[in-house]
Structure formats: C-alpha cells, structure tokens
C-alpha cells in the first residue's frame, strides 16, 4: 500500500550510497516516506528496512526517537507553536490557548476534518523573532493572535499552498552528487593510509 | 547599513567588524554568483596553495574558539585525532536547538556557501576525506538552501574530485534531523548520522576525535565555528586575532531575546563587548521594553545559570564569566523585566529540558520530570514550603555539591564558580535544574510567597498546657 514509490526508491538508492555504512540512510528515507505519505506508514517501514538492510524493529527503534515522525495520519498543516524562555516571555501561551480554542482541538490534537494540527513546540531557533510558530516547518515570526487567525483562515483557504507543502515535504530541493565529481563513500586510499594532499606540499 | 535585513530576520549589521555575516546585506547571499562576486572561494584557494599542515597551524595559531558551546579551540581540537588511522571524518553540527540560540540557522540560509568553504578548508587542514553536515530536522529552509548551494559547488568544482583541479577530494554530504534536542551533543549526533536513536555515548572512551562516527577519529564543529575559516584563510592569523582580545579572538554571533527594546542577532567584538553594551547600547537592544528595570538574564544559553543587573559589566570572556557564576555557552542572551514571574520562566526552560531528555541516565530521566512536576505545582499555586526542599533533593541527585550561582549584592551572596559536578552522560540533566537552582538562589522570596507553609501541629504539645 504505501510502500516507496519506484521514483522515492530510486532517490532512496542515491541516499544510501552515499554513506558508508547503508543505516545511516535511515532518517533521510523516513522523511522520503513521511514526505510521500504524509506520516510513516508501517508498511513504508518494512519497505525501508528491506532497502538498508535491518530488521522493521530497528527502523521503528530508530524511528520514534525523533519527535518528527509521525505513525498516525496528521492534519495536512501542523502548526507548531513555541513554548519555550523567549517566546513565553513574548507572550506564547496566549498564542497557543488562542489556536486550540479556534480550531477546537488541545495541543497535540488534530481537527476532525484533517486540516490542522497543532503541537506545543520547544525552541525553534528564532528566539529573537518571538513569540514564533512553524507550519510545516515554515516560519512566521512575532505572531498575534490576530495574526494567527489570519494564518489560519489563509491555509484553510489553500492562498498559502505554493509556500508550504503538504506535511511530510521539508527542503524542496535535494542534493544531487553528480557521478563524475563524486569522491565515493568509501575513500580511494587503502584503509589506514593518509589521503593524498597530506604530503606536506600544497595542493594547488 | 544598520537596519534589520527583511530577508535577514532579527539580523542588525552595525559598524562592526564582520567575519561572518559580511553577506547578509544582499537578498541573494545565499546563491554562488553572489558568493564569487564578494571573495568566494578565495579562501579555499589560499588554503590549497599552502601544505594542509601549515593551514591547520594557521588556525591553530588563530585560537578560532568552537562556538557550539564548550568553547576548545578548533585547532587544538583537530590535532587531538590519533595518527595513522584513517578515513576520519568531519561532521558539522548544524542541529542548533538550545533554547535562546539563533546563529547558526542564519549562517546556513543565509551564507550556505560560506559554510561549505569552512567544511572545505577544515577537510584539507585536518585530513577528513567525508563530511556530513547535519542540519536539524526542522530547519526546511537550511536544509533547501544549503542543499542548493551544494548543487551549485559541485557543478562548479569547488567540491567533490580533484577540487579546483588539485590533488584534493572531498564529498559534503547534506543530512538532516528529525527533531531531537539531544542529537546537539557530539557523541549523540553521531549516534543520530549512524541511523540510531540519538542517544550520548560515553566519554571516555567515545571522544570523536578518537573514536567517532563508524569508529574512526571525527571531528565534530559548530556551523559558526566552521563559517570563520574563509575570512580567517584569506586575511591570516594575525588580522583575525587583531580582533577581540587574546584569549577570545574574532567576534562571535550572539542573539539577544525577551524584554529588550530591539531584541535581534548581532556579530559582535569577541572578549570586550560586555552584557550592558548588549542589552542597553544603542547599537544594540537599546534597554528594556517599556523603560521598565532589568530583573535577570541568562548569559549563555538555557543551560546556563542566570546573571543579575550586578553582572552587567562583564565581557563576552569565559575567563571572567566562568568564575563568576555561568558560562557563555552558545552565544544566547535572555532578558527578563521585572513583570517577569520568576518561577514560572524557570519552568519554561526546566520544561524543556525535562521533554528532551534521552532517557539514558536515571538522575536526568526521573529527575528532570520530577522537577518539572513540582515546578508546575508551585507555579500553579499547589506548592508546599516541602516542595522547595524537594527541588533542592532532585537536583543535587543530578548535581551533587554547590551548583554555580552569580553573586548578589541585595542577598549578600558570592559567586559559586563554573562548572558544576555531574551524574549523568551529557549536559542535558544538569540543564533542567540551572534554571530551578538560579530561580531559587536569586529570587527566593518568589518562591516563598508562592508556597503553602505546612507547619507540623503535634496533636497535644508535651505535657498539655
Ligand atoms: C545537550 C547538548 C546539546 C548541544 N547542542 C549543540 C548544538 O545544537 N549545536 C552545536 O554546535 N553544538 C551543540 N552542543 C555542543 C556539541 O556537543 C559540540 O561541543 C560542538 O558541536 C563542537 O563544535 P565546536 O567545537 O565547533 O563548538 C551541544 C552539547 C550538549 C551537551
Ligand atoms: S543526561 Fe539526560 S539526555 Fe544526557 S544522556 Fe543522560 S538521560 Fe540522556
Ligand atoms: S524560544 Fe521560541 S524560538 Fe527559541
């Protein structure tokens, strides 16, 4: 069902073979397939289990460490507002109570029409910006209450879609390192052996 | 320009020396035409054209301090892997999440190019033949910038094989996070880049320069400490360390939040520009909001214990701020007004801490929730005077002895010196007591007259009078 796409397992192939050790793709495909899915599937993790080469046990180990990685579907727009010194210094709290009671839902919750969630969120590295909030992982900066209802009726009425994706999608570009300039994951020199620019020369 | 950079946010340039926000007046900084236009890659080149030996003692001899939070110089740090055992790696933190931080978001959506020359120079100086840049999982914008940036570079031969046409390759490999505070820690993100659950490893005997990710010698730097490198290559050790004093060279980013009339992100002259300057100069946050008086403010970071208006006049200088009750931490500056209700902020943070805890080590685990838990108690008005010594109990399980604490003039209280005695793996323990132990030593009557006083009535008193 919800299985990598043939497109995603491509990308995943790409990711994976840049790292020596095929785990480390781990997180980066979880995203692949949040991105795909909205959250991550159960199915989607065997999938990603089969692809790196470790049991469904240790992808979901992995998996529910980070707070990222949802297992149930979540609204289309999860609103993460920050609660965190410098944002309820600024007043975050009013922000966050204003949102549950607009949308009808506490933190953590989703709308009964799979539009929004919202969650208590912890420092979003935007301190100066307070009070801040996230959605999809996109930022909007000394919010109101006014200006969250705003925001809200804006998604609800897709103005925004161009701006924030879907949750699941993060960057909307991904790195590509082309065949011919790639060093490989595993170094050219024989294990132990000093790359070659340590030569006591200069390189250029 | 002095103003804030609308694609900048909270940034304030001044006229200040820059190393490295000297991009962020232009909207498309970020992009390589931009990057060419303003001595792009000349830092790399000047690198290359010197043995890689000689460019590490050249920031060895710059005493770059890392700027993740520990503060150990980068040259220093790189020379600490052990001989002969190769591949070794260079990861960069890029998963800033300590509460009141905000730097390092900027430098990579901002000046990704600068970033990947830093990654760039410090592969050659130290040699590591792969970097993993790790940025954090909920930096969409970082993430989409630095991965453009690195498209960009490998297109023009500035990384990957035979850079520039020299004996010298190295991938940069974008990573990204998936929310976790912990994974900030070194052994932790390494952890994390192996596709584990991001837990700290124990030190000894896992320091990364020694044992690392895969089990090689690694180096773990801090995106700022990193971005210094182009500049530093360019214009040498000796202009870089003509900046700032003698053991706190260069500047430093630091962002400023809370009560402050201009809250905002400054590159500042590292070991002279002292906490008045910040908070009350006019170049900087201008003073309090409202003209209202200054109550506290933590100096570095969430982790850090708390300074009073009495510590106003010290510099950005660890020598002097260690002593004197805290630590410098990750450049993060939180100001407090005297509307401020002083228990209730210390639950903002011990929150936090208590939330992103591993779960690894006992004391942090059990005791940063049970600390939460009683704060939240005494925030909300259920307290007893009993849950005050409880919080002491809990912390020192966490940190036995006499934790750090500013001096104060109005309690009569000397400092306790940093830093502090540990029963757990990382920092993240002790950081959920800092804010509930400051809180408590300089503003104890906050407490009290918040708690319920629960005298123990005997049922008759000895001998019925
Ligand atoms: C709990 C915890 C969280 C940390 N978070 C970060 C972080 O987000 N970014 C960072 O650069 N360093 C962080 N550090 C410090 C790193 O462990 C490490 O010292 C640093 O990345 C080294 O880089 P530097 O020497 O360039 O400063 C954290 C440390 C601890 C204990
Ligand atoms: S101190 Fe806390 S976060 Fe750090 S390793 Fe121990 S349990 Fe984990
Ligand atoms: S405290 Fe809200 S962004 Fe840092």
Redesign the interface.
């Known amino acids: 069902m919800s299985r990598l796409t043939d497109t995603n397992v491509a990308i995943a192939h790409e990711i994976i073979a ?4 095929p ?6 495909l ?2 692949l397939s949040q991105e795909q899915n909205g959250y991550v599937t159960d199915d989607a993790m065997k999938h990603i289990a089969e692809l ?1 080469g ?1 049991t469904p046990a240790e992808v979901l ?3 529910s ?5 949802k297992f149930e579907p979540v609204g289309k727009y999860v609103i ?1 507002i920050c ?4 944002c ?3 007043g975050s709290e009013e922000l966050l109570h204003h949102a549950e009671h607009r949308l009808g839902v506490k933190a953590g919750g989703t709308t009964a029409d799979g539009m929004f969630t919202i969650e208590h969120a ?9 009070p801040c909030l ?1 959605v ?4 909007r ?1 000394r919010m109101t209450t006014q200006q969250l209802d705003v925001l809200i009726d804006d998604l609800a009425a897709g103005k925004l879609a161009e701006e924030i994706p879907p949750h699941g999608t ?9 065949a ?10 024989a ?14 | 320009m002095t103003g804030t950079y609308a694609h900048a946010a909270g940034f304030y340039a001044g006229d200040r020396p820059k190393i490295v926000t000297s991009r962020f007046e232009y909207a498309d900084s970020h992009t390589l035409e931009r990057y060419l236009a303003t001595d792009g890659y000349k830092g790399l080149r000047a690198a290359l054209s010197r043995s890689a030996a000689d460019v590490h003692e050249e920031v060895k001899n710059a005493t770059v301090l890392g700027r993740g939070g520990a503060g150990f110089p980068a040259g220093t740090k790189w020379g600490l892997m052990p001989q002969g055992n190769f591949p070794r790696y260079l990861v960069v933190n890029g998963d800033e999440s300590e509460p009141g931080t905000y730097k390092d978001r900027l430098l990579m959506e901002r000046d990704p190019h600068q970033l990947i020359e830093g990654c760039l120079i410090a592969c050659y100086a130290a040699g590591l033949t792969r970097c993993f840049l790790y940025i954090r999982g909920e930096m969409a914008t970082a993430q989409e910038r630095v991965a453009a940036a690195l498209n960009e570079a490998y297109a023009a031969g500035y990384v990957g094989r035979n850079i520039l046409g020299s004996n010298f390759s190295v991938d940069i490999v974008l990573h990204w996070g998936a929310g976790a505070y912990v994974v900030g820690e070194e052994t932790a993100l390494i952890e994390s880049l192996e596709g584990n659950r991001g837990m700290p490893r124990l030190k000894p005997p896992y320091f990364p320069a020694a044992i690392g990710l895969y089990g090689q010698p690694t180096i773990v730097n801090n995106v700022e400490t990193l971005a210094n490198l182009p500049w530093l290559a360019r214009n040498g050790a000796e202009a870089y360390t003509a900046i700032g004093t003698k053991t706190s060279p260069g500047t430093r980013m630091v962002a400023v939040s809370g009560h402050v009339k201009r809250p905002g992100v400054y590159e500042i002259v590292n070991g002279t520009t002292t906490f008045r300057d910040l908070l009350y100069g006019d170049e900087f946050c201008q003073g309090i909001r409202n003209g209202n008086k200054l109550k506290a403010f933590v100096p570095g970071g969430g982790s850090a214990p708390w300074f009073l208006p009495d510590q106003l006049d010290l510099p950005f200088e660890a020598s002097q701020v260690g002593p004197a009750g805290s630590m410098l931490g990750s450049g993060a500056i939180m100001v407090m007004d005297e509307t401020t209700d002083i228990p209730h902020a210390a639950l903002t943070l011990t929150r936090f801490y208590a939330h992103e805890s591993c779960g690894k080590c006992t004391p942090c685990r059990e005791g940063g929730t049970w600390l939460e838990r009683i704060l939240t108690r005494i925030v909300e008005g259920n307290g007893t005077d009993a849950d005050l010594e409880q919080l002491i109990e809990v912390g020192t399980s966490i940190c036995p002895g006499d934790f750090p604490h500013a001096s104060s003039e109005r309690l009569g209280l000397t400092a306790v010196p940093f830093p502090y005695k540990m029963t757990t793996i990382c920092f993240v323990g002790p950081s959920a007591y800092a804010p509930v132990n400051s809180a408590l030593t300089l503003f104890p009557e906050e407490f009290e007259s918040r708690v319920t006083k629960r005298n123990r009535i005997p049922v008759t008193a000895v001998g019925g009078e």
């Open positions: 840049r790292y020596p050790r785990k480390s793709a781990l997180i980066p979880l995203h790196v470790v180990g992995t998996a460490f980070y707070e990222m990685f993460n609660g965190t010194m410098s309820a210094l600024m912890e420092c979003q590295a935007a301190c100066t910006e307070a996230q999809n992982y996109r930022y900066f993060l960057a909307r570009v991904r790195q590509h390192i082309p011919d300039r790639s060093v490989g994951a595993v170094p050219p020199e294990p132990g052996q000093e790359p070659v620019w340590m030569n006591g020369k200069a390189a250029l």
